[in-house]
């Protein structure tokens, strides 16, 4: 079956755009997850959904990060205003995990890079 | 708060020998434990996890690694490396008691086999 897809792939935006990237998470999972990933560094955590309930955004940097998942499967990233700091790889993450105390690996899709000029 | 740490940037091995990356971890409680690789312009792929039990877990592609409670670290190991093993690997935990159901990842090594 299909795994995480995301789009675009690659994303050049002039410093103070928006924009939005997406994600189409593996059918029939439950959670889903944003990371940030910056050059040479591991991804970082920015928000997780369950279903279409953003149940944790402790991870996203600044009110400018805006994500959501009104039918509880596919998700949009939205980041507005654009920074230089925000250039970066924009990873999702899907699993079937339904609660906190279960635990299922999450499956990751190839990544939107997204450079800010 | 929990933490991974990936002490080696890169490591470096020829093809056959066994290869060792290492992490340690920093968490309450007994930890969730994972093993990613990604390869250039790719996501980041699932090598094993673990959760309770058995210390030497099995994975994908003949890795493994060890869970050292004592130690606090989760290695990755392989006996005999292969070229195409060459990659950048991420070691990731999670706080079983944390709410939140993210995973906190290290920095990275890099894995580089010679032929």
């Known amino acids: 079956g299909a795994g995480v897809s995301q789009s675009p792939r690659y994303k050049v935006a002039k410093r103070g755009q928006d924009v939005a990237l997406r994600c189409d998470p593996i059918s029939g999972h439950v959670s889903l997850f944003w990371y940030q990933q910056a050059l040479g560094q591991g991804p970082e955590f920015l928000t997780y959904f369950q279903n279409e309930a953003q149940l944790d955004k402790s991870g996203l940097p600044s009110d400018r990060f805006f994500a959501e998942r009104p039918e509880g499967s596919v998700s949009t990233l939205k980041i507005q205003r654009t920074q230089q700091e925000d250039s970066a790889v924009y990873l999702c993450a899907s699993s079937l995990a339904v609660s906190g105390d279960s635990y299922n690996e999450q499956f990751f899709g190839p990544g939107t890079r997204l450079t800010v000029l | 708060a929990q933490s991974v740490a990936q002490p080696e940037d890169q490591v470096n091995v020829a093809e056959g020998n066994p290869l060792t990356v290492k992490c340690t971890y920093s968490v309450s409680g007994n930890p969730y434990l994972f093993w990613y690789v990604q390869y250039p312009n790719r996501g980041l792929q699932f090598l094993l996890k673990?959760?309770?039990?058995?210390?030497l877990v099995k994975g994908s592609y003949g890795f493994e690694a060890e869970f050292n409670k004592s130690q606090t670290s989760f290695h990755l190991k392989k006996p005999s490396a292969l070229v195409s093993d060459s990659a950048l690997y991420f070691c990731?935990?999670?706080?079983?008691?944390?709410?939140?159901?993210?995973?906190?990842f290290g920095s990275g090594t890099r894995l580089s086999i010679r032929p």
């Open positions: 990731a935990v999670r706080d079983p008691y944390s709410s939140a159901s993210k995973i906190i």
């Open positions: 673990y959760i309770t039990g058995d210390n």
